[in-house]
C-alpha cells in the first residue's frame, strides 16, 4: 500500500479529532475512533467500488483494480518535487488524494463514511456546524466542507511537511 494513503487518513483524523475537541466543528464522530481508520490496499476485479469503508474493522480498502493507486507514491513525490503546484496537473492523483479546497476524492469520501459511522450504503445528508455556521448538507458536500476547512487550517502544508 502506498504510505501516502495511511499518512493521509492519519493526518486528516488528527485534524478531525483536533477541531472536534476545539468545537470548531460539530456533528462528525472522530471521537468515536482514536485512531485514523486502517487503509488497506486490495486488488479485486468483482467488486466493483474503487473503496469502501467498514464500520466494524474501522478500516478503508482500496481498491487497486478500480483506483489509480499504482504509482501513487511516484506521482505524489513529483508533485513535491515540483513545490506542491496544482493537482489538476495529475487528474489521477487528485482523484485519490484531492488536495485543493472544494475538491472531493477518494480519500476524503471514504473518511467521511469513518466519521460519520456508515457503511458503503450510508449517503444520506449530514448535520454540520462549521465555524459557528450550522448547515444540513448532501453527503458529498459535508464530505467537501469538512475537507475543505481543514484546508484552510493548514491541512496541506503538514501533509507535505509529513510525506
Excluded at 12 to 28: D, M, N, P, Q, V
Excluded at 39 to 55: F, G, N, Q
Aim: hydrophobic fraction near 40%; include cysteine.
Amino acid at each position: 500500500m502506498p504510505p501516502l494513503l495511511q499518512q493521509f487518513a492519519d493526518l486528516f483524523w488528527k485534524y478531525g479529532l483536533a477541531a472536534e475537541r476545539s468545537g470548531a466543528i460539530r456533528g462528525t464522530h472522530f471521537s468515536r475512533h482514536r485512531l485514523a481508520p486502517r487503509v488497506l490496499l486490495i486488488r479485486d476485479e468483482t467488486r466493483p467500488e474503487s473503496a469502501s469503508y467498514t464500520p466494524l474493522s474501522h478500516s478503508i480498502s482500496v481498491n487497486a483494480a478500480h483506483a489509480a493507486v499504482d504509482g501513487l507514491q511516484a506521482r505524489w513525490n513529483a508533485l513535491k518535487a515540483r513545490g506542491g503546484s496544482s493537482m489538476r496537473d495529475d487528474p489521477a492523483l487528485s482523484s485519490i488524494v484531492g488536495l485543493e479546497k472544494h475538491s472531493s476524492c477518494l480519500m476524503v469520501h471514504e473518511l467521511t463514511h469513518a466519521w460519520s459511522s456508515t457503511d458503503h450504503s450510508g449517503h444520506s445528508d449530514i448535520s454540520l456546524t462549521i465555524s459557528g455556521d450550522s448547515q444540513t448538507l448532501p453527503y458529498e458536500y459535508a464530505a467537501v466542507a469538512v475537507h475543505s476547512y481543514f484546508v484552510q487550517t493548514g491541512f496541506l502544508a503538514d501533509l507535505f511537511a509529513q510525506t
